[in-house]
């Protein structure tokens, strides 16, 4: 069996040259979301296993948002691993703050720029890639290997994954999922928080700013919300003893991958306010206000309490009003699953590194999976340049990504269990 991943290694270093034109390739095709029309890059893929002989559908609820799913049976009985990516990204931002063309692919001293470059048009090569070289291995393989590109990720948004989840469950739920979102080298996830994402209103009579006595200022009322919104950051939840344990584990990983303060942050609840707008002017007293809220909570806390609590706090200001913009809770599978084994040892094969075992503090379609039992490992390129001006993967992330999820593939379906 090692002949044989010796071969896909000499394989994939053969074709290094393939793989990086199709990542520049990948990224010129535009996919911002919003909008969300991702039918370039679903072209491309297209394109891409239409020439290396390999069948696919098409699974679009929406017209420009195509989902592709492709699927192998070997013929030996076994699991079925499914590979996820999406393929849409986030938009450009403020271009005149990229020094690299942010749909132009540009390879510079060993990297690769463009909008979706780490988050996730890498890890969703290397998807297409593994699933490529496996179809191959029709004598060494068990079970079933699907490959799932997806769109409409970025925005919580219902066409991709979970249209998938929602309408052919039984060709993509699988065995297990592994995905290449980014994550740094050094840690693989087995889990991530929960963002609730909150838009809050505050409404009153106003008037002239003179005359205070004669009504309510409604950003005097926000800012009262929003002091007793940011109390309910740093609670911690009542971890499962596995979770608590990795966490511990990966005190210092986590510190190395998103930051100083990362081990912290992935274990509480967190209250970040994204936008704030109110009033209309110096001398007037404000009538309205409106902000919004990225609330975070940990792997094992539900949000319905969290909600209970904001429902209690707005209760007392009778001029406030909020709705919820999008969310879901926190989730994670076992961090002893089998297919993080194969990572971790595959990464240190590959590149010498040992990826530890982490939470997220940001959220992924691998969730879709974990909340039905599935364990979904989540691999990829280092996150510092996501959604931020000149985005980028080094080749070398890219091959190791390539690698990693190939060998990993490859060895949880060469397992007869
Ligand atoms: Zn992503």
Redesign the pocket.
Known sequence: MNDIKNQLLVRIDADRNVIVEFLRGFLRCKSPNPPGDTLAAAQFVAAFLDRSGLSYKKAAAKEDRPNIIATTRFPKHGRHLVLNG?IDVFPVGVESEWKHDPWGGELQDGRIYGRGAC??KCGTTASIFTYAYLTGLQDQLHGRLTLTTVSD??TFGPWGTRYLMDHHADEVLGDCCLNG?PSSAHSTRFGEKGPLWLKFRVATRGGHGAYVHTSKNAIAIALAVMSELQSMAGQRADENPAVAAALDAAHDALEKAYGKGAAKTVREVTVNFGSIRGGAKVNMIAADCEFEVDVRTPVGMLQAPILAKIDAIVAKHPEVSYSVQGGNESNWCDPASEMFEYVVANAQRVSNVTPVRVVSPGG?DARLWRSRGVPAIVYGPSPDSMGAPDEHVTVEELMHVVKTHALSAFDYLASSR
């Open positions: 999406h988050d996730m990720e970025e979102e992924t």
